[in-house]
T-cell receptor, first 114, second 111 residues
Framework: DAGVIQSPRHEVTEMGQEVTLRCKPI?????LFWYRQTMMRGLELLIY????????DSGMPEDRFSAKMPNASFSTLKIQPSEPRDSAVYFC????????????FGPGTRLTVL | EDQVTQSPEALRLQEGESSSLNCSYT??????LFWYRQDPGKGPEFLFT???AGEEKEKERLKATLTKKESFLHITAPKPEDSATYLC????????????FGSGTRLLVRP
């Protein structure tokens, strides 16, 4: 079975540019999470979707960040404009209907903003 | 403030040298404690979920245990392929989804 798929795996951009990260959750999973991982702050939850609806976006750092989930098999995280402090690894995770909170992570996108 | 603290930050073992990693937590009611393994350049890989004090779970050379204040990940006779960062996360009682992650323990097993 395919796991969570993320693209691109690496992204290098210049400050001020728009960045779009993409995620395809595991088929049949109804919850999707976006996380950011840095050395200083570890893994942090940015936003949580349930049945394609954003439930908790309190972790989104600023208005420069936005996320969408137009359907059950696709989500995007957009940063506009990007800043050097946004450099991090961004993970998407999904969770099924089983009632537990076992979240399955994608391989991540390593973002570098110059 | 809810906190998850993992120790040690880094651990070097010889192949076959058993040891334990610690995850201590302070949350207002524990709904679940999760262990993940993360290899360099990859996403966290789910290992175990523990729900109540006294619970234990095993997978190959790994055994996770839980008390009211902390969890241990015991590694028995580790092999070099067990080298990774091990992350602990807790889910507090009033949340159906939010995980609070610790900073991880970097484990290196030398042949």
């Amino acid at each position: 079975d395919a796991g969570v798929i993320q693209s691109p795996r690496h992204e290098v951009t210049e400050m001020g540019q728009e960045v779009t990260l993409r995620c395809k959750p595991i088929s049949g999973h109804n919850s999707l999470f976006w996380y950011r991982q840095t050395m200083m702050r570890g893994l942090e939850l940015l936003i949580y979707f349930n049945n394609n609806v954003p439930i908790d976006d309190s972790g989104m750092p600023e208005d420069r960040f936005s996320a969408k989930m137009p359907n059950a098999s696709f989500s995007t995280l957009k940063i506009q404009p990007s800043e050097p402090r946004d450099s991090a690894v961004y993970f998407c995770a999904s969770r099924g209907l089983a009632g537990n909170n076992e979240q399955f992570f994608g391989p991540g996108t390593r973002l570098t903003v110059l | 403030e809810d906190q998850v603290t993992q120790s040690p930050e880094a651990l070097r073992l010889q192949e076959g040298e058993s040891s334990s990693l610690n995850c201590s937590y302070t949350v207002s009611g524990l709904r679940g404690l999760f262990w993940y393994r993360q290899d360099p350049g990859k996403g966290p890989e789910f290992l175990f979920t523990l729900y109540s004090a006294g619970e234990e779970k095993e997978k190959e050379r790994l055994k996770a245990t839980l008390t009211k204040k902390e969890s241990f990940l015991h590694i028995t006779a580790p092999k070099p392929e067990d080298s990774a960062t091990y992350l602990c996360a807790v889910q507090e009682g009033d949340s159906s989804y939010k995980l609070i992650f610790g900073s991880g323990t970097r484990l290196l097993v030398r042949p």
